[in-house]
Structure formats: C-alpha cells, structure tokens
C-alpha cells in the first residue's frame, strides 16, 4: 500500500524538460562512447514533450527529413538523466520486436543437444524454464526498468500498414502478455515514447488517437545561427555568417521552386557541410564562399538540383 | 470549471468531421489543470492542436473554429479570473475615499518635512564633490542629431551628423560602422559629418554586411515595410566612444498619390454616411448596454460613480469613432491593395464516402502470401517432423507472410465525370498513401478505354492496353474501375457500350478479378449504359457497403456476386 503510494509519487515526479541542458563539448555517451551534441529546441516542442510526460501519452513528430526528430529523445534522455532505449522500425518489423525476442531455435538446439547428453548441468535447467529464452527489446525493457524510460520508435511509416495498431494495446494499457510464458508484463513507470515519422504513408486513425502529434519546423535564421554556435562554438563569427547567409539563400530558392512537398536542404546537412568547410583556412573558404558554394555535394543531393542551384 | 468556449470549441471540431473522443475532452482539461496552456490564447490554440489535430489539412479546420469559438467569448479558462468573478466586491462610499485620500496626504507631508529638513548640507558637500568629480574627468562623446529613420523609394536621402563633446577641445571621429550600400558618409573631422546617398543606387561608399541584412529582413513581405539597419560610432582622442543605431524605414511614395475620381468620390461619401449611422446606432444602443454596468460593477465601483463612468465613457466611444470614421476615410482613399480573406473552408471531406473509410476498405484489400526468404520458425510443422520421423534433425522454416496484392485503377476523368474529380482525386490518394505505393498503378481514360490508358491526368503519357496488360507482372491482380458508364447521362449509348464489352473481353483474359465502381447511385442505372455494363461485370455503387463488396470481389471472395 505504502509502496504503491510512493510509486504513484514518483510517477508524478517526473522532471520537466527544458531544452536548456546541453551537454558540455567532447563529453562522450557512457554507454556506447559515442560524441554527444547540442539540441536547441524550439520552445513550442519543448511545450510538447512536457504535455506528452504529463498526459503520459505517446508524442508523434513529423518534420522534414534531417529537422532533428530522431535526436530529440536522446536530447530528453539526457536532460532527464533517463536510460535511453531505441527501436529503429524496418519494413519487416512486427509489433511483437519491439517487445521481446523468443529464440525459438536456441531451444530446440538445447533439446537435441540434451537428448545426446552433451549439455553442462546448469544448461539442463536452463532448458525446463522457457523465460530464459527470451530476450527483453526496447519496449519490453523500458516496462520492466525500475525507472522512467525514453523510448525511441523511430520512422514507423516505414512498416506495414497494421504495425501502428498492432501496438495500441501496449501504449494504452501499458502492458503486454509475453504467450511463451503467459507472462504478463506490467509496466512499473509509464515510459515516455517519442514516435518519429516520415509521413510516406498514413497512419491509421486509432493510433494517431492515441497519440499527441507535432510538426516540428525548420528553424527560423537566428535559431540556425544558435544551433551553429552551439556544435562549433570555436568556429570564426565571420566563416558562420556568411556560410549561414549562402545556405539560407539556397534554402529560399528552393522552398520557392518546389513548394512545402520538395526536398530542401535540411539542418542537419548544414552541421555537416560546416564541419567540411572549418577543415580548411579561413580566408581561402571566405573567398570560395563568394562564388559558387564550395562542397555542395554535401547540400545538394540530387542532379537535377545541382544543375540548377549550383551551375 | 469555467471552460464553456473550449466545449463550443470541441463541439465545432466534431461536428466539422475530426475523430475526437470524450477522452480528448478529458486530456485537454487534464492538461489545463495542471497549468498547460493558460498563458495566453496562443498558448491554449498550442496546446488543443497538440492533443486533436493530427495532420496538416486538419490544421486550418482548427484555427478557423479556434477563432470563432474563443473569439467570441472573451473568457480564457485562467485561473486567476475566476476568483475575481466569483467574489462579490464591496460597496464603497464616497466619504471613505475622501478620508483616505486625506490620511495618505498626511503621511506624505511628513516625509517631505523629514527629508527637506534632514541633512541640506551633506546633500550640498555631495553634489560639489561630485561636480568636482565630473568637470575634471575625459566626458564621453554623444551625438545630438536626431536621426531621419524613412526614405522613400529612389529619393534622396540626407542626415547630417553632429556629435557634441562636454570637454570642448577634444577632437572627435565619427565613423559608421554598418549602413547599407546606398548610402555614403563623410566625416568632416570637426564633430559632424553627413550621411547621403540615393535609395537604390549603388554608388554609396558603405560597408555593406549581408548578414545583417538577413537577420533584419527576414520578414520582408508586401505588407510590412523593409528596413535598412544603420549603427554609427563617435570617439574621441581619449578613447571614449558612443554609439547611435537608428533603422531607415523603406516606404513607397504611392501613399502621397491620391486617385481623384467620380466613383472615389461616392464610395467616399458612402461610406461616410454609413459610418455615421452605424455610430448613432451604437451610441444609442450604449445607453441601454448591460455589459458596461456589469463590468463596472465586478471591478468594484461605487454605484454613485456608475452613472458618470457611464457618461465619460459614452463620451469617449463618441470619440473614437469620430477617429475611426477619420483613419478610415483615409486608409480607403489610399489602400490599393485588398485583401482576399478566404471565407471558406477547403473540406477535403466528400460525401457519401469519407476518407477514413476508404482507407480502411483498401487495407481490406489484402493477399497475404508466404514470400521471400523463409526465416521463420513452424513450431507446429516442426513438431510434426519430428512425430514423423524419429528424430529431430532440423526446424522448418516459412517465409513471413507479405502482402502481395497488385491493384490496378483505371479512372473515368473529364466529360461526365467532372462533378465527381473530388472523389476520384480522394480514391487515388488514399489508394496509394494507405501503405500501397509498390502496388498500385493509376491509369486515366476517357469516357471509355480504347487503345490508349493514361498514366497523368492530362492525357499526356499514353501506354497501350497491351502493354500494360502484358506487364502486369505479378499473378492474381485486381483491378478495378472507376466511372459512372453512362449513367450520368442517363442515355443508352450502344456504341459506348460495345467500346466497353471489347474492352472488358480483353482485359477478363489476363486478369481475373475486376470490379466497377459507379458514383451514381444504383437507382440512376436502369435503362442507361450502365444498367447493360453491369451484367457484363460486378458494378457497385460508390457508398460504403458499395466499396467493401468491390474489394471483396477484387479479393476473390465473392465469388460471381452480381450485386
């Protein structure tokens, strides 16, 4: 009863994201040593996370392609000081991956191998008790962790068309029946979910219910100008502004010639081609900067682009 | 709680055709009670899109009943204007005021005394030594022009700079840091210097710094007016510096030309008339207004006070419509440009069949087909195995089971069909956004197909029946056809029909299942066209039940079902 109580406490206790806690340069992630980066938020997606922990619903981003969804879960992660879990959805991708793996092989494998007496005695017992084969996904692990949990379920347009409502019962009810062992997992701390989106196909309408929806917009020219000083804080003021200043050009140019649906060039091209072009002298880059865009093959990805914004 | 404009808001939503819950309700008030969204109205727009609005058509369905739901009612669920509506304010007299007012009065003049009296030579001791302090000390430099912040439009512009120094002989320099390309600046090295230039030339002699440029012009659009950003810089030999940075403001010279016609004239006039009968209206609707009382009243007046509050401000609303009724004659006689508010709202919704079922009833059509690489385990053909053979020697694996159905749609488009472009467009898009982008193909035809289909809309990019017959690569497609046969006309059309019969005789030998859809309803078909076709081929009308039998027909589920 007591323990209940101070469960449902802790739930509620959840702190609030801000945006502003950004990891320090060069500081690397614990788990996998990979480089952490900055993630400036837009105020408006910082109100929607903090809806989305409140509501404790899943929130569902859609955005152009390199707008910095994927990294958006990663950025709370952090800021929250949460364990971080990814599911990255291919097309052949069952809602039932996303929970748990039982390897039904490796069973079998032990039978055979216990019928010919070539088994270790702790293997024999590992054999009677199927829950040993079973390994715990991204869902499943953030349902059984003993604290909040962000969740990653990255581009599900990408699976069938099924996929989303296969996963309903989980995020509503937020638990599952493992039918191996008619197991059933209840969730101890409700996870926060981030759904990303390329919006190639619809999702079905009793998902999207469920779910709270942002599009998440290309940043304005000084937001840009932030998220640059913040990945190179020692690049020269002079390189970023005019670098900034050809790359909005060129993003102008295209919203006008293909419209909202057309791929323009996106943030995330932007950090890379910066990141090219700091490798080299300043004054040489200045001057290339005048004429054509230097290494536009980093921006332009596409023939028919490169034609007509390049040549 | 006090939210009856968010459930106005709700209602308009729903009935607009948005798939909300009573649950959506609940989180929307979950989310205000927790301190979500109660900022502003901005803020509560923000957060029910979040929670309702899925998609971006959705998005201009919202903003429209946001405005009209919210607009109307003033009220926003704040939390702090419910305590004040709900308490009764007390009655004041007009004797307690006047007795305040006297008290407050008094401890004022006491505290005048105490410090007028208090300490009149140290004050004096202070200001000398601070005068001292100041007169022997380099004074910064400032400038004392008053900066002209518009030009018009490839006029000249002029601003002559002076800078004033208190330490008299000290030299001054005056430069500029930033100003746009048109303009050039000379310093005459005396305290002042001059900055000119024509707008739109390019003969300026001014640094010109294209990210500034970007940063103050990002909003740059027909309405709002561009500004060029101007920063300058006096020193003096001591080093002191100030600065002045001033914006110059870009307006078009067509404000100052007046079109002088009969018909302005009248509209003038027009309008003028009316504007002052809809005042008189107003002003005599005002005496009888209860709003003004209530408020009034809820902000704690004395009744005494009511009747000349109501008075003044009767005075003052006569007044400022007597300002509006000026700024509008003005504004109309100078406006050149209006604009098009767009009073209506594109519904993509199209009856008799909405969108969302027409999505489900393409997922219904479905094939599911073990292809591909067999991964998989069978426990149960496993077991069976074994059972057969003694001994478990391998597990049997099955490919995943992959949907595997082929649609063909072939669209009626222009002549009869023009009434019915919307659904056509709606079928088409669902057909290929609901997950079947490899498996769909659209083709466009005429009336009916004859030698040619076409892939666009425009009839532009012809393929021949043969060889989108021989192409079609996968077995067991499905393909069904859209158009009304006739039936819009509702005239027998023999040779129409015998186009067709061809047609179908043809494509019946390479596919198997085929169905027609027909938008008119099934009464409409007797004695037309499409009354003949049907018995050559399942035709259904285009309602629900309509599209849920062609898919089944499509699935080869029904059979030879002529319904």
Redo the contacts between chains.
Sequence with gaps: MVGRMVKNLLRNSVAEYTGLVQPHPGECDPKTGQLLYPYLPNP?LV??V??AI??Q?PL?LKGEPGCGKTQLARAVAYELGLDFKAWYIKS?SRARDGLYTYD??GR?RD??LA?SNRLTPEQYQRIDNPATYITWNALGEAFIAEQPTVVLIDEIDKA???FPNDLLLELDQLFFIVSETQEVIQANFPPIVVITSND???L??AF??R?????VEFP???QLFAIINAHFPTESEALV??A??RF?ELREKMLQDKGEAGKKVSTSELIDWLRVLRRYPEDEILSKLEGKIPFAGVLIKNWDDHKRYIQ | MDNLPLLELFTRLREAGLPLGIDDYQAVLQALQAGFGLENKAALARLCRTLWIKSAQDQKLFDYHFEKSILNSNELPQASRLTTVNAIPEQVSPDDIVVEAYKTVRWSDYLVLLISSAIPVGVFVLVFGVTINIWRANKVPIFISKPIEQVEKGKLYRYQIKAYDVNRKDKLTIKAVTCPSWLSFKDYQNGTAVLEGTEGSEEGNCQYDPFEELLNNRNVSPEKPKFYNVKLQVKDEHGAESEQSFNIKLINNNNTVREVSIWSIIRDYAIAISILLTITYVTLGRSKDKNTREKNFFAGKSVSNNKREQIQSENSVIINNEIKLAETLIKTSQTENIKHLNRFIQIIEYPPLSRRQMKQSWRYLRRMVQEGVPTEIDVEATINNIGRQGVFLEPVLVPCRINRSKLVLLVDHDGSMIPFKNLSYQLTETAMRGGRLDNTDIYYFHNCPIDYLYRDRYYQMPETIEDILNHLRLPHTSVLIFSDAGAARGSFNPEREEVTAQFLQQLKQQVRHIAWLNPIPRSRWLGTTAGKIAQLVPMFELSRQGLHNAIAVLRGQSGNSRL
């Design positions: 408006e109100e929607a903090n809806l409140y509501l619903r569902l052949t039904a092989v079998l039978a055979q019928a069938d068309i099924d190639e196909k619809d079905p309408d999207l219910r779910c709270l929806f942002h599009y304005n020219v000084e502004r005019t900034l200043t909005v």
